[in-house]
Each structure stands twice: as structure tokens, then as C-alpha cells.
């Protein structure tokens, strides 16, 4: 089965036009080929940021929301990562007997569970410090 094709960065990063490089296999698991859960995690955080800051309204309110702007994005490819990588971590079993998931890395072999388990305590890891950043009322609703 071919992988889709990508451009840029993304399609580097995935290994494409060469063989899959070792690192390829966690990309897939975080599911950075299909990046649609990641624009739909992320949209609403953009739109309340922006509602909350009157963005447009003055450069300052918008100067202010970027910073969040970008942490929230981070943060959403991150935590969709390893919200996927948990997922498939779960369904490991069932996933080898369906031909439409058999392929990812956990159910074909290329990432062990453990490696997959450490792999996401990481990604969570690597999220906690955007958490942290927020304040008070945030992390409570956050955590």
C-alpha cells in the first residue's frame, strides 16, 4: 500500500521520494500525514483567542494573542498525537485484523507498545509545559 503524497516539510519529515526512515513510523503514529484532526482541534482554540483578544480591534490585543495563538497550535499537534498514538496503543489487537488500520505502526510491528507507551508519555510531556503556561483556572480545567 502507497502512502499519500506530501509536499515540503511534512513529506520530508514522513521520509517520502526515499526509503521510510526510522523517525517515520512515530510521524505516522502522531498521524502528521492526516493533519485534519489537528486543524479541528485547533480551530476552536483560534477562535476563542481571537474573540477573547477583539483581535483586528488593536495591534496590541492582536500582538498579545499571538504567542497563544502559536503555544495552542503546538500544543494541538502534541496532544492529538499522542491522543492517537494512546489509541492505537489500545486497539493494537483489533487493528491487525482490520485491513484499514492493519498498516499502522503499532499493528504491523514497525513501534512496540512499550515504545509507543514511552512515546506518548513524551508528547504529553512536551505539552505540559503550554499547559503550565496558562493560568490558574486553566490548568485546573486543563489538567
Excluded: H
Aim: hydrophobic share 45%.
Amino acid at each position: 500500500k502507497t502512502m499519500p503524497r506530501w509536499s515540503g516539510k511534512v513529506g520530508r519529515l514522513l521520509g517520502q521520494g526515499r526509503q521510510w526512515s526510522r523517525t517515520s513510523p512515530y510521524a505516522r503514529l502522531m498521524r502528521l500525514d492526516k493533519p485534519i484532526g489537528t486543524y479541528l482541534l485547533y480551530a476552536p482554540c483560534a477562535w476563542s483567542i481571537a474573540l477573547a483578544s477583539n483581535a483586528g480591534a488593536d495591534c496590541a490585543a492582536t500582538s498579545a494573542a499571538v504567542p497563544l495563538l502559536l503555544s495552542f497550535g503546538l500544543g494541538s499537534v502534541l496532544l492529538r498525537g499522542a491522543a492517537c498514538t494512546i489509541n492505537d496503543f489500545w486497539d493494537r489487537d483489533i487493528d491487525k485484523l482490520v485491513a484499514r488500520t492493519k498498516s499502522r505502526p503499532i499493528a504491523s510491528g514497525e513501534v512496540t507498545a512499550p515504545a509507543a507507551v514511552a512515546f506518548a508519555g513524551l508528547q504529553c510531556l512536551a505539552g505540559l509545559p503550554i499547559l503550565l503556561s496558562l493560568n490558574e483556572t486553566s490548568i485546573v480545567l486543563g489538567a
